[in-house]
């Protein structure tokens, strides 16, 4: 099959490689779900080619749009019996994509199943693809997934007193990258641990048939001492800095007296059982400055960074409904 795709390529594609248990060949029903990677020279090219040999159904052009705008594209490939679903990209784009500076998680999430390298036009190509691979996965082993646009939380009070806090979340931008009756699928598979065990013991969050991933998603609605009334809903996006992200503003409207907004609008603070994080914000550099020299004094390693939070928050007062949005990604205040 592989060499048939090979021969109407027109010398375009350089490798091809599986994802999975199944060395010895790639599946060809519908069913594949994409475990095959096609590594092109031109991808432009190589629709072209696919379309002239009456293997591929879709617009060379649209695909090589799409390719533009979110590699690797997704393409099936049909001759009489045999379907093959493939991923096509560049070998530039893959070494791009799995960078220290990119780590796209649709390919790094996928490097940590075996991988093979089943056809290749040439052994140089084959050591290419397969270097790309393993300084990627180098990369990956030691990657916390960062905070990509893909998660939003909402909170909602109605007159009555009935509370909202969710939050939505597809784990990447574009989640899987596959789109099903016009929803996209998520990728919440990579909040499984990429790796099974650490020192020859198993990781309690590693992935399992019917377990849940691990998640640091904090929706909270807080009800008065009595368990009846609403008096608090927050929430934010985040990625594993959630928890910290809802903890402190949480903390400043319920002990230090703060309005929403007030304790929405302060510096962040986070720690991940490893370095205490600061927040770097302009017109706080004295907070900053003391903050930072009392957690050295007590023993924290301290690293000032952008945290991109994004909390909502919602509190019942003796005046009404107080809202507020955090001032670092696009909330809204909407009330009657």
């Known amino acids: 099959m592989l060499d048939e795709v090979a021969a109407a390529a027109e010398g375009t594609l350089s490798a091809a490689v599986f994802f999975g248990s199944r060395s010895s060949g790639v599946a060809t029903n519908a069913s594949s779900a994409y475990d095959l990677m096609l590594v092109c020279e031109d991808p432009g090219r ?32 049909v001759r009489g019996p045999w379907l093959v679903k493939a991923s096509v990209l560049s070998l530039g784009v893959l070494i791009r994509a799995t960078s220290a500076g990119r780590k796209d998680q649709f390919l790094c999430g996928r490097l940590f199943q075996d991988v093979h390298v089943v056809w290749a036009r040439d052994e140089a190509g084959a050591r290419a693809v397969e270097g790309a691979i393993e300084s990627a996965r180098q990369l990956t082993l030691d990657w916390v997934a960062p905070d990509l646009p893909a998660t939003s939380h909402l909170v909602v009070v109605d007159g009555e007193g009935n509370a909202v806090s969710l939050t939505s ?6 989640g899987s990258r596959l789109m ?4 996209l699928l998520n990728n919440q598979l990579t909040d499984f641990s ?4 650490a020192d020859g013991k198993p990781i309690a ?19 008065d001492a009595a368990g009846k009334r609403f008096e608090i809903a927050i929430g934010s996006p985040g990625g594993s800095q959630i928890i910290d992200y809802v903890a402190r503003p949480l903390l400043a409207v319920t002990v230090w007296g703060m309005d929403m907004q007030s304790a929405l609008s302060r510096p962040n603070v986070v720690n991940r059982n490893a370095k205490t994080e600061l927040e770097a914000m302009s017109g706080q550099d004295d907070w900053l400055a003391e903050t930072s020299a009392g957690l050295v004094l007590v023993g924290h390693e301290v690293e000032i960074k952008e945290l991109n939070s ?18 670092r990604r696009e909330g809204l205040i909407l009330g009657d």
Do not use: C, W
Request: proline share 10%; hydrophobic share 40%.
């Open 180 to 183: 099903v009756r016009g929803f």
């Open 169 to 174: 979340s597809i784990e990447s931008a574009f």
């Open 310 to 327: 994004g909390v909502q928050g919602i509190r019942r007062t003796k005046e009404g409904l107080e809202g507020g949005a955090d001032p």
């Open 205 to 223: 969050n590693r992935i399992e048939p019917g377990k849940r991933p691990r998640s640091a998603m904090a929706p909270i609605i807080a009800l």
């Open 194 to 197: 990429f790796v099974p065990e």
């Open 46 to 77: 190589f629709y072209r080619a696919m379309f002239r040999a009456g293997l591929l159904h879709r617009s060379p052009m649209l695909l090589g749009v799409l390719d533009g705008l979110l590699p690797p594209t997704q393409i099936r490939l």
